[in-house]
């Protein structure tokens, strides 16, 4: 400390004041309290030697030299303050350059400060280890955070270094803020220091650091570690968080370490030893009270600190972050991990339900989105249908302009009732009476308008699959049962709608917000229903979706509410922008949102992910076909027979009742069709020949292609290999290359010229014996990107000097797709070569995924063979489990469900067509956005390549070692689904997010 910035410099001094007054002003203590409070702070004086300073606080008088020169010790330091500024005072027990304390503790609670001497003057100090690891190391340009400050001796040692260095001292009270205030003013440092408040810890404003400084954090309570490191995550991204010390021995301790573990912490204690105090690793059974815990950057840099870290092994991870896990998942759902996984919202909103049941009289549901459901995107998608109705129908707005103009008479209607009557509160004549004039429309059109929309609603509704039950339950069990809405529309035509959605409403009071002009929203309708029921408010249960008019409202009046999980149009899910797209993606949230317990996972996939996507394909399929006069479709297996199901699910594959093409299944697959190609020559397919996605030995690359590698040896060397067995990794180039040479090594290429000659010859015999080359225009339908089945098909017939007109219909075909296709013609539903981008880039994330839904239960086909006088398919073994062929057989039950209610639902609502953007939709959030369950049951489907072999891998699992960050990077990378392996539920992948979050504030 400088001697600008001494104990007593009259230029910094606090102001006096009267601590007694202070004290009993600011704490309302009766005075003879901090009577008492001095008494003790004497008392305390006199007992650690500073009898002067004693003297001078007991009565005012001092007893000696009081010139700055004469100060030196503690006692005549701390009796020329108190003589000087009045202020009750300790000084610390470390000294500046000159001799003098080099900070002084003030505090309105003269009892705290008392004991505060007593152990600052006593063996141990007052935060003397983290009092000495600060001035060991802290250089200029660093910052300390003091968010456990207590009287500020911390915070004090930090401002008064040799070179001070910023202290933010986050403070629990505005009595401890002042308190460390004016002894920072009576220091003279008070400019070194920044006091904030403590709540919440997360919200703490952190300075600009350079990057050769550092941030020390004292955290005081381990619970305080983590959300001291949320809210410094700008800092501790870009790693200049240095050091965190914290107690080992309060609540949280476990949780702390393996928050900092994670982050590449080491763990450290002081320990005393012949050369003074040292730090130490920790050890799991030290008695000591303080960690300090560093970063590996941190320590490098300063000599004076450079202890040695514990040797980490190749789980060094595990336990801490394991440890973590259970902490967080103990502290979020207490109880979870006794249950063998954390509760759905559903479970506990049943739970809530079965509860309130027995005390309740009156139940009452809310009515959309609770008793009735609608088969569209959003609510306001209900307009998308009116164009259809009249008198809608001459009216020249497209139907979305139509239903945009729709909600702006609803807006208008609300204003207008506003200003008249006081309520927002409007009936559906009111909104189509002002619709009517923006559309100039006549007044007598009104009545066939508000007939239009009840019509529509009428279609797109139905009863809430499980709501429903708890409704019949209620009245079984002899409950007053009242239905309640904010809505536009009135009471009649909602028990109307209830009924034609199979309730009945005998005896039921329907209440609506458009008749009463009062919404549950502003409780007004609460209100009317308990001055006219008469009931205890703690006997009428409230069931609904809302979180303010079903939950907090009627909470706020005194009666049970329930806000339940299950309703199928969800705030963020966005409006459509078809009629078509509406009800694609409503009817597929009904499946997905409102059962509980709810369907299998892979039922509730096919029906609602994959179901829209495979229904809009199929509809676009058949648009295509009678468009470009197709005569015959086939469509590829394995992957087309789920396709070629949902198209006749649809009765698209029924020529009768369209006009369409005949459909059929068609044998194939990469192995069996680019082999006869073989001798095209064409770069596209020859690629196909040594394509992998997992290492595998040289040999297989042969044996694949039905060469018999032992009669090869030689080629091996020749190609470069050290052996057969030799692996190849598909991320290696130069042994990839290898693989190239070793199919151009001549005895290779005579046995694959050979091998192709021979399966071509099958291959044109199965393709005339399913009438694929009888002439006509011909359809081939598979999942697509790079056409290789289709390419290989034209190459085979044109070394055959054969022709056929064949167009290939693909869910997606990449720009490589198009390349050498020899005048045959192709096409993508989401995106044809490679355009729109959005959508191929999305899907390319996991094409896996889609491959698995379209795959099937059978084996692969390797070849054809000539089996009593037929052609007939020759395939691998099944290459799923057990649990994955059952986990197919769900999602293709889903798939074919969410067709079959599509045929239903569309028909009578004339809706023909998906939009790629909305078929996709959901797909897509579970590509990028997965949830837990999403992520660890698709995460763990395996994923085979193909090509005859029966090599596969999950899409996204950790390896049971991965315990390292080099192992979870490894698995990262090794991944075909990093977003799926991020949003796993468990350790490693709190491991993995952990060094993502690192990752992207260093690439900020």
Known sequence: MTEETGVVAQSRAAEPYDWAIAEAQRQAVPKQSAVEGKSALVRALRSTGLLRAAAVLDTGKSTGATSHADLTSCDAALASLLQQHGT??????????????????????????????????????????????????????????????GLGFASLTAATCVEPVPVIAIAPSEEAAGDLQNSARLTGCAEWITVQSSAPLDAVTYPPLASTSYLIVHAGEAHNVAPLLAGAQHVQQRGLIGAVAWSRTSDGAAVAEAVLTVLGFSHFILSEDEDGMQLVPAQPDTMATTIFSMSAAFMERAERVAPVAPAAGDGALQQPSEALFDAITDTLAPGARELGGVPSKGQLALAQLEFAWASAQIVSFDIFDTLLVRKASAATDVFLHLARYEPFRDVPLAPLALSQARQDAEEEARRRGYAEHGSTEVTLRDIHTVLAGMLALPDAAVPRMVDAECTVERALCEGHALLQRWFARAVQDGKTVWCLSDTYHDAD????????????????????????????????????????TGV?????????????????????????AVAH????????????????????LG??????????PPAPFWFRFGFSVAGPLLTGFALWLRERFRADGITRAYFLLRDGEILHAVYEALGAGDPSHDGGPTSSLLESSRRAFVLPAFDARRSTLWSQLTATENARPAREFLSRL???????ASAFPAAGFASWDEMVDPQDRAAMMRVSRLLQQPAVEQALHARSAEERALLMGYLAQEGVLDGGRVALVDIGWNGTIQKSLMAALELEHRSASISGYYLGTLGTAHVEMGGSAMAGYLFEAGRPHARQQTIMQLPQLLEFVCSTTRGSLRAFEQRHGRVEPVHSAVDHDAAQQEAHEQLRDGVLEYAKRFREVATPLETAAISPDAAMKRLARVILSPTAEEAATIGSVRHGEGMATGRARALAEFSPDAWTVQAVHRDLMQSYWPAGLSARRSAQAQILRTLQWLSQGAQE
């Not at 249960?541 to 907090?552: I, K, M």
């Not at 009817?587 to 509980?596: K, N, S, Y």
């Open 587 to 596: 009817l597929a949230a009904i499946g997905a949102r409102t059962l509980e």
């Open 88 to 149: 009750p005072a300790i000084p610390s027990v470390t000294l500046d350059l000159q001799g003098a304390p080099r900070f002084f503790v003030t505090s309105t609670n003269l009892s705290s400060l008392a004991e505060a001497l007593r152990t600052e003057h006593g063996p141990t100090g007052v935060d003397a280890e983290l009092r000495l690891f600060l001035d060991e190391a802290l250089v200029k340009g660093d910052c300390f955070v003091d968010a456990s400050p």
């Open 493 to 532: 035509f909602l028990a109307e709608l209830l009924t034609h959605c199979g309730y009945d409403m005998r005896g039921i009071t329907v209440v609506s917000s458009a008749n009463l002009r009062a919404s549950k929203s502003e409780g007004t309708m609460f209100r009317r229903v308990l001055s006219e």
């Open 536 to 560: 205890d408010p703690s006997q009428i249960l409230h069931v609904g979706d809302h979180p303010v008019g079903d939950e907090s409202v009627p909470l706020s009046f005194g009666l049970v």
């Open 565 to 584: 999980p299950w309703a199928s149009i969800r705030s963020d899910d966005g409006s459509a922008d078809t009629a078509a797209d509406s009800v694609a």
């Open 706 to 712: 039905g060469v018999d590698a032992n009669r090869m």
